[in-house]
């Protein structure tokens, strides 16, 4: 893992960002040589979070249509 330091970091921040995204985490060296990590949040959505549509129908029509459903 390479380690920037922070006027090298004002430079090239979309990079270094982009680095942290692909590896994990990036560190950066101030002055008094201080270390500080750049991590991502895990901001992923689960597979089952999709956006409804809209059917324009009551959720009791909707209970009512799953119901007829079942019966078959």
Known sequence: ????????AKMKLSAILSEAF???EVK???????LFTIKPLNTQKS???????GLNMTSEEVIELIKEGRKY
């Open 1 to 8: 893992m390479e380690i920037y330091n922070i006027s090298t």
């Open 22 to 24: 692909i590896s994990g």
């Open 28 to 34: 950066l060296k101030d002055k008094k040589g201080n």
């Open 47 to 53: 597979p089952l979070d999709i956006e409804g549509i």
